[in-house]
């Protein structure tokens, strides 16, 4: 997300604090919830993401996977997704995750729970 110099975009009542940045260290995985929705954070080559928390394939909570760089791997059936834009990388799976705006600001990480 872009935004001006001086310009709090978490301000928008649809951005929800995950954690601090030092909590979340490359290629870790952090869940968080809001309503019935649940979202993992990752930090894949140094950029901050966030995806539906659920495998699209069978009930398993991602945040129990695997992170490598931009690959998602699900605990259950080892389907890969690509954290960045939710798609399929590898079966059984064949459904994309939802993706939601995830940034950092001020030291902390951010994500606007409404989707993208």
């Known amino acids: 997300m ?4 001086g ?3 978490v301000l928008d009542d649809a951005y929800i604090y995950v954690c601090s940045s030092s909590e979340l260290e490359e290629d870790d995985l952090i869940e968080c919830k809001t309503g019935e929705e649940t979202i993992v954070v990752g930090r894949g080559e140094g950029k901050v993401y966030a995806v539906e928390g659920i495998c699209t394939h069978a009930y398993s909570e ?9 690959c998602l791997t699900c605990p259950l059936h080892f389907a890969c997704f690509d954290i960045r834009d939710g798609s ?29």
């Open 2 to 5: 872009q935004h001006s110099e």
């Open 62 to 70: 991602l945040v129990d996977g695997e992170l490598d760089g931009n």
């Open 88 to 116: 399929v990388l590898e079966g059984p799976a064949d459904k994309p995750l939802r993706v939601y705006k995830a940034i950092e600001y001020d030291g902390s990480v951010w994500v606007n729970y409404e989707g993208s």
């Open 7 to 9: 310009e709090n975009p």
